[in-house]
């Protein structure tokens, strides 16, 4: 996940980990952080341990695995009978991927035990907000 500059080419792209450490990391009890943020590839750039939805409510993905054999035939369908259709290729890919990435611990591939080694690693004494746009 990172961030996109202007400069990037030169400068190179800004990873969640870094603008975690930058912005987030070593705020005091006490301060206040809101940002937003276009994140199209990325809702948790700030690499914050809790997402939470439009709702206010926690956000926790599961997928049944019959969602998920329902969404390959679905794709594969659609790709078979548009085979020039690049559009068509490139979501049975992301499909495709989303599907692995699942199945090996979550949306972002990381196990439990990773999940909470993040949380307990980026928790902050700060209140932090981000708003997440493209979502």
Do not use: W
């Amino acid at each position: 996940q990172t961030v996109v500059p202007v400069d990037h080419r030169t400068a190179g792209q800004i990873v969640d980990d870094e603008v975690h450490d930058v912005l987030c990391k070593d705020l005091p009890e006490g301060v206040r952080l809101t940002a937003i943020f276009d994140c199209c590839h990325s809702e948790s750039i700030m690499d914050l341990p809790y997402i939470y939805n439009v709702n206010g409510k926690l956000e926790i993905e599961e997928r049944s695995k019959n969602e998920m054999i329902a969404q390959l035939v679905s794709g594969g369908t659609r790709l078979f009978l548009d085979r020039k259709n690049k559009k068509a290729m490139m979501n049975f890919g992301k499909d495709i991927m989303g599907i692995v990435q699942d199945n090996m611990g979550g949306k972002d591939g990381r196990s439990d035990d990773a999940k909470a080694q993040h949380m307990d690693e980026n928790t902050t004494d700060a209140d932090i907000i981000m708003f997440s746009g493209c979502k």
